[in-house]
């Protein structure tokens, strides 16, 4: 069973920049596909990005690409989240998530996940 365990949150001013960083212990962290999620007060959780095992795909959605960078260190069971130029609508807590097998944006295919950490960004 794998852990997460993410790092990385705080306070910044709009157009300023954080990263976020998931450790996993557990089996074998390059047998999962990785994603970030976000869930924001009085809102559903939402899919940011996530990449495969490999690291060589990743995936983004519409309100963070170009802005975020999801990437993976497969020797240090690590995953990270670069976020740049960003803006008081990306206030969040942030979910790091594990699953097998292919690559999903559905938090409900996702098998182990983090316990949030949180990003607050001010205008």
């Known amino acids: 069973q794998a852990q997460l365990v993410e790092s990385g949150g705080g306070w910044v001013q709009a157009g300023g920049s954080l990263r976020l960083s998931c450790a996993v212990s557990?089996?074998?962290?390059?047998?999962?596909?990785m994603a970030w999620f976000r869930q924001a007060p009085g809102k559903d959780r939402e899919f940011v990005a996530s990449?495969?095992?490999?690291?060589?795909?990743?995936y983004y959605s519409s309100s963070v690409k170009g802005r975020f960078t999801i990437s993976r260190d497969n020797a240090k069971n690590t995953v990270y989240l670069q976020m740049n130029s960003l803006k008081p609508e990306d206030t969040a807590v942030y979910y790091c998530?594990?699953?097998?097998?292919?690559?999903?944006?559905?938090?409900?295919?996702?098998?182990?996940w983090g316990q949030g950490t949180q990003v607050t960004v001010s205008s």
């Open positions: 990449i495969n095992r490999s690291g060589g795909s990743t």
């Open positions: 998530a594990a699953k097998a097998g292919g690559v999903s944006g559905n938090s409900d295919r996702y098998d182990y």
């Open positions: 557990g089996p074998t962290f390059s047998n999962y596909h």
